[in-house]
């Protein structure tokens, strides 16, 4: 062996123990760029690790931030290089950051895990000013210590080609339809129209709905988007939001414009659609413009605001009972629409039958986009003295949008029938002998009560208590003032509930005490039906308008989206009770 060939074999053998111990202490990187951002742009956190035989170890950065915050990410990217017989692997993770003032930001505490082994990371560091200083696409400038960034722009510069296309993405609101009736459903649908792919939307503001009674609809669990054309350019098209929406005044109204954040994978304009990178874009959707048109005249008698396609059963539980036993007669209202605030049927009073106040049940579920709702009252019925109780047919007026007329919904007639008890047996005459022990078990049967008695005496228990808080609250309201103060003490709970729902719900009851222990208005008349019963006791017609105004918009209070910033509603409506309630005093 000649020395020249010993030499190149000591020359490789060192090479390959130095390729072995570059496999086992991987190269990381950290990069946070560019070094000068405005507040209204965006930088890019990135962490590198290359090295051969890297495909095994987990990849497990951390690390702080100070003056910025994630839009954006993890993105991750990676390479394999293949050379002499050696694998080398680089994996890159990136984030979006946003500054949140002018000043220094900076990512610090930076470690990376690889399997066991954890790697610190010295910090990086950026100036945030007030002016923009990007480029007019949005890009970030690139860094002067990249050469090979540098050597690209020459290249592009000796070697002009076309910019690979970014894309678009934009937002349309609809309303389906767009001229409901009041108290009707329209349906509010958000739509995301893209020729990028789209890896996060978050909203950022949704209209405020209103003066409508609103329902959240959640998104179907595996939706496709839909290939649209939009001025000669194809565009996916995907539903990202629904509401159920609800009008409960006439008139037009304009929903502002939704805002939604996205995070966007779009082609590098320098390698084009072989590589991609993630920016944060922010669009705004069109305004939306709906007229609700009020219900036509010739409402018929008893109708108290149902709209949409309805049905009443009415159900009699058992059919026939023995005088003093209870039955339950249930009237159930269900059918697409908004049934919340409805009144209980009114039952006649029949001789010889005590009915007792309903218990009601209300839920609402969707069928595909629509909602449908179900409300059922349940009366307790106790026969006092044996016959024949017809019960009338149910009828329930409501309005069909579909076919814009008043129609009646209506349950058949039912019968309960009362029996007397049956009459106890007569004892069989025993012997002599045992007649003290018969006449003491005769003074005991004396002595307990009759079985009827036995079966109502719940039933009396039930309205001797009613009757008697009855007694109390009159006590306790103590005329104009005490409904006033009943009234404030409501309100002032209100005040320090979090959730608008409880505290529409307080501010709510509290109202229907007052008008019933100051205006006698019944505690169950529906909202909508306040300030006609109160002008019709002699109340000024401006205070009577604006109980009703006040009702509405308790009544989007109480059912407002989750999304929707109530809480100024809240404290307004607070306001508005204490002084309609002085005036009302």
Request: charged share 20%; aromatic share 8%; net charge neutral.
């Amino acid at each position: 062996m000649t020395i020249r060939r010993a030499a190149f074999l000591l020359l490789l053998a060192a090479l390959a123990a130095r390729a072995g111990v570059a496999a086992e202490e991987p190269r990381i990187a950290v990069r946070l760029q560019p070094a000068t951002i405005g507040v209204g742009e965006l930088a890019h956190l990135s962490i590198e690790v290359e090295g051969e035989g890297f495909g095994s170890r987990g990849f497990q950065p951390r690390f702080e931030l100070e003056n910025l915050e994630v839009v954006g990410g993890p993105n991750s990217s990676q390479s394999f290089r293949f050379v002499n017989g050696a694998t080398s692997r680089s994996m890159t993770l990136s984030w979006v950051l946003r500054p949140l003032t002018v000043g220094a930001a900076r990512a610090y505490e930076i470690e990376v895990q690889l399997d066991d082994t954890v790697y610190e990371l010295p910090e990086r560091e950026i100036a945030v000013v007030e002016d923009a200083v990007g480029r007019a696409d949005g890009r970030e400038p690139p860094s002067p210590q990249d050469p090979f960034e540098d050597l690209f722009s020459r290249f592009d510069r000796l070697r002009p080609r076309a910019a690979p296309s970014r894309g678009q993405v934009f937002l349309r609101a609809e309303v389906r339809p767009q001229d409901p009736y009041v108290g009707q459903q329209a349906l509010y649908t958000l739509y995301l129209l893209t020729q990028v792919d789209v890896s996060s939307i978050s909203p950022e503001k949704l209209p405020e709905f209103s003066g409508f009674w609103v329902r959240e609809l959640p998104q179907p669990e595996e939706s496709e988007a839909e290939v649209v054309e939009v001025d000669g350019e194809r565009f996916r098209r995907v539903a990202v939001l629904r509401r159920a929406i609800f009008p409960l005044r006439p008139g037009t109204t304009e929903l502002e414009p939704a805002k939604i954040q996205l995070g966007v994978r779009v082609p590098d304009r320098t390698f084009g659609s072989m590589f991609a990178q993630s920016e944060v874009w922010r669009r705004d959707s069109n305004a939306v413009t709906l007229t609700a048109r009020a219900l036509p005249p010739g409402a018929p008698d008893g109708y108290s605001g149902a709209v949409g396609d309805l049905a009443v059963t009415a159900t009699l539980e058992p059919p026939s009972v023995v005088v003093g036993d209870a039955a339950t007669f249930t009237v159930t209202l269900a059918g697409a629409g908004h049934l919340q605030g409805l009144p209980a049927p009114q039952l006649p009073a029949l001789a010889g039958l005590r009915a007792f106040p309903p218990q009601q049940q209300s839920d609402e579920s969707l069928a595909g986009a629509r909602v449908r709702g179900r409300r059922s009252w349940s009366f307790v019925l106790v026969p006092e003295t044996a016959g024949d109780y017809r019960l009338p047919e149910i009828a329930v007026p409501y309005f069909d949008p579909a076919a814009g007329e008043f129609r009646i919904a209506r349950a058949p007639a039912s019968t309960l029938v009362a029996s007397a008890p049956a009459a106890a047996p007569e004892a069989a005459p025993r012997a002599s002998a045992e007649a003290p022990a018969a006449a003491a078990g005769a003074a005991l049967a004396a002595a307990r009560p009759p079985a009827e008695w036995l079966r109502i005496l719940p039933w009396l228990l039930v309205v001797l208590l009613v009757a008697v808080l009855g007694v109390l609250l009159r006590r306790g309201l103590g005329g104009r003032g005490g409904a006033a103060a009943l009234l404030q003490h409501h309100l002032r709970q209100a005040a320090g509930r979090g959730k608008p729902r409880e505290a529409a719900a307080l501010i709510e009851e509290g109202w229907r005490t007052f008008l019933e222990a100051r205006w006698n208005i019944p505690p169950g008349t529906p909202s909508t039906q306040w300030g006609r019963l109160l002008a019709a006791t002699g109340a000024p017609a401006d205070t009577a308008a604006e109980l009703v105004r006040l009702a509405d918009d308790l009544h989007y209070l109480r059912y407002a989206p989750q999304l929707s910033d109530t809480a100024a509603l809240q404290r307004e409506l607070i306001l508005r009770s204490t002084k309609l309630g002085r005036t009302l005093k």
